[in-house]
């Protein structure tokens, strides 16, 4: 069956102290990837996603997230946390037709 | 500026009411989408639609209906709201069929819909 599973329901880092949020998928063909951002009160806004190619992408803000097929992966990164970054944090998985898969969320708190 | 809108933004209402969620989006998408969000939860795909006068029930079953009469507009209704109807109700849209396939979803902001 398809999934996403976001281990940690919440995680809480000092304001500049490095970030990985992590994220596992089960689907039998290559992966769609995408990691959403929620702020209170708001949709869901897209953050960087994964199609083919370089394993590691690029996202807004610093963020960076890795592709890791043998580890069935896609964890997100940064080196250092700004207060603005807290958030929740979904991570998807696209089937390449209408379905998305999303996980639980993350919600990030960031101490000054 | 291409957007997504939803309204009400938030909506408190006795149970039997009828009330229609409504979501419109200016990017021309295709498909269109509503999700049911609650906390610790992953979102739940209730309903999509694939273009004009397509529309199919998506994972979660529920007993809310919509209808895909123009491109922009995609309302979701339910006839006689109930206490487990408490939840937020997000809609979202893609492109229609593209080469990689567009498939990222632009979200609205939600509708937190309270039921007593």
């Known amino acids: 069956a398809q999934s996403v599973t976001q281990p940690d329901i919440h995680i809480t880092v000092s304001e500049g102290a490095s970030l990985e949020l992590r994220c596992n998928y089960s689907y039998g063909a290559t992966p769609y990837l995408f990691w959403y951002v929620q702020s209170p009160g708001q949709g869901l806004q897209l953050l960087l996603k994964?199609?083919?190619?370089?394993?590691l992408v690029q996202g807004i803000k610093g963020f960076e997230a890795e592709f890791k097929r043998s580890h069935s992966s896609f964890n997100r990164r940064k080196p250092s946390v700004h207060w603005s970054d807290a958030a929740e944090y979904f991570c998807?998985?696209?089937?390449?037709?209408?379905?998305?898969?999303f996980g639980a969320g993350t919600r990030l708190f960031v101490k000054a | 500026e291409a957007d997504i809108y939803q309204t009400p933004r938030y909506l408190v209402i006795g149970t039997g009411k009828k009330i229609t969620l409504e979501c419109s989006q200016t990017?021309?998408?295709?498909?269109m989408y509503w999700y049911q969000q609650d906390p610790g939860m992953e979102l739940h795909l209730i309903h999509y639609s694939y273009g004009v006068n397509s529309t199919e029930k998506g994972d979660l079953s529920s007993e809310s209906t919509v209808s895909r009469i123009r491109t922009e507009h995609f309302p979701l209704t339910l006839e006689s709201a109930r206490p487990s109807h408490t939840s937020q109700y997000l809609c979202?849209?893609?492109?229609?069929?593209?080469?990689?396939?567009?498939?990222?979803?632009?979200f609205g902001p939600g509708t937190r819909l309270t039921v007593l």
């Open positions: 994964y199609f083919s190619g370089d394993t």
């Open positions: 990017m021309g998408h295709d498909k």
């Open positions: 979202a849209s893609s492109e229609g069929p593209t080469n990689p396939p567009a498939i990222e979803q632009f």
């Open positions: 998807a998985v696209g089937t390449g037709g209408f379905k998305t898969i």
